[in-house]
């Protein structure tokens, strides 16, 4: 394994406080020295002044549709996506065809990742087949490899067995997220309800739905103690209760993605079905406040809730399934959306992105902590590019930010002390 030294990079490492210019030298996949000037006459040397290296990206939502949708995405073609955006670690969903509720299925998936681009963690299934009714053996997918749990698209309704799935997982040290959504209230819709859905006479999805589902998650961590994370918060009323169940304490945690802090539901109003997803883009109102709960910490993550459809299941905008890609331009959106207009800095940014999904899921990562395994991004935080769905590195191209010109672009995605992505020149 060669060794790397990063010169005269911008290190950020939220984890250790550190924002300075230096070397980053890597040996044996591990950080071996970081900051000041190094001096290592065998190693291959990276150019990297202007440049920024931080921990590789954790993104804690993630659909690898493997198994069973293979024609959408998979293991390795969804891990290339990830080192194209610089996501070194990644939590995949279990809503594939089998649902990832038993421990073959979870081994199977993490076989299939020791060749990957990324590393992959499995949030296994709450329930049987993601039906809700018959709960999963949660003991016997830890010790398969699982390191959360989750009924992601398909919320538990059962207050019972989400609260006793939630106190199993509490004991087994597995990260429960929650999918906030009450489903009587979504009513098949396809958008958010309100302006758009009525000009374009389609049926809605009220902000109650996910309001009344992150109600009850609240209610249940609070009253129990137990922690639970909540996934892609898109609501103006969720980021406001959130916000006042942590001020009383409550063990909750959340994240939202790119999409519900960079766009609004007028986007539909192209009747293309690649801006439909679930939680759909809602109002202008609900999107400052969600960059307004990233600003003040109430929202601890962001992740992409990447979901890949193939262009024939998304030529239609009614009948495609919701779901969009993402990891390739999460970090450029963040830094377009919320570093370049002052909401965060870069160093918060890489805090929301890395250290703390990190910290949350419990695994290595999130840190340029010199013996830390060398898992690293390499960015141009000021380069303009337009983002093309043709040329993703995943099998998809429903891409949520398709013609939008960001800013920032990962240059070097570096896993394990090996580079598994190098921007094209």
Excluded at 98 to 126: F, H, M, N, S, W
Aim: overall charge negative; some cysteine.
């Amino acid at each position: 394994m060669e060794k790397l030294l990063l010169r005269g990079a911008r290190l950020v490492d939220p984890s250790r406080a550190m924002d300075e210019t230096g070397d980053l030298l890597i040996c044996g996949g591990r950080i071996a020295q970081l900051g000041g000037t190094v001096d290592c006459g065998d190693a291959r040397v990276i150019e990297a002044s202007g440049l920024v290296a931080a921990p590789g990206l954790v993104d804690l939502h993630v659909h690898l549709r493997d198994p069973g949708f293979s024609e959408k995405e998979d293991v390795l073609s969804g891990c290339r996506a990830a080192a194209a955006g610089g996501v070194t670690s990644l939590l995949c969903m279990p809503n594939t065809r089998p649902a990832l509720d038993r421990a073959e299925t979870v081994r199977g998936v993490l076989d299939k990742a020791k060749q990957a681009d990324a590393r992959v963690y499995v949030a296994a299934a709450i329930t049987k087949g993601l039906a809700g009714a018959e709960p999963t053996d949660l003991k016997e997918l830890k010790e398969a490899g699982a390191a959360a749990v989750s009924d992601d698209g398909r919320p538990v309704a059962d207050s019972v067995l989400m609260a006793g799935a939630m106190r199993e997982a509490a004991k087994l040290g597995l990260f429960v997220t929650s999918h906030c959504e009450d489903l009587s209230l979504a009513g098949g819709g396809k958008l958010n309800e309100g302006e758009v859905s009525r000009a374009l006479g389609v049926p809605g999805i009220p902000a109650a739905a996910e309001d009344c589902g992150t109600a009850r998650e609240l209610a249940l961590a609070e009253a129990y103690r137990l922690p639970v994370h909540i996934c892609h918060v898109s609501t103006k009323t969720s980021v406001g209760m959130i916000r006042d169940a942590k001020r009383r304490g409550a063990p909750v945690t959340c994240e939202t993605a790119p999409h519900y802090f960079a766009l609004t539901e007028r986007e539909l109003l192209r009747r293309d079905a690649d801006y439909r997803m679930n939680p759909p883009l809602r109002t202008e109102e609900d999107r400052q406040a969600v960059a307004e709960g990233l600003r003040d910490g109430t929202i601890d993550v962001i992740a992409t809730d990447h979901a890949p459809h193939t262009p024939r299941e998304k030529a239609d905008f009614l009948s495609a399934p919701s779901g969009a890609v993402g990891m390739e331009t999460s970090l450029a959106a963040g830094i377009t959306f919320l570093v370049l207009p002052g909401l965060l800095s870069l160093p918060e940014l890489i805090r929301k992105m890395s250290v703390a999904p990190a910290r949350l899921l419990g695994i290595p990562g999130g840190t340029l902590e010199p013996g830390a395994s060398a898992d690293v991004v390499l960015f141009d935080p000021a380069e303009r590019w337009t983002v093309d769905p043709s040329k993703l590195h995943g099998k998809s191209r429903n891409a949520v930010m398709k013609g939008m010109e960001l800013t920032g672009r990962v240059i070097m995605t570096i896993l394990n002390g090996m580079i598994v992505y190098q921007k094209e020149l």
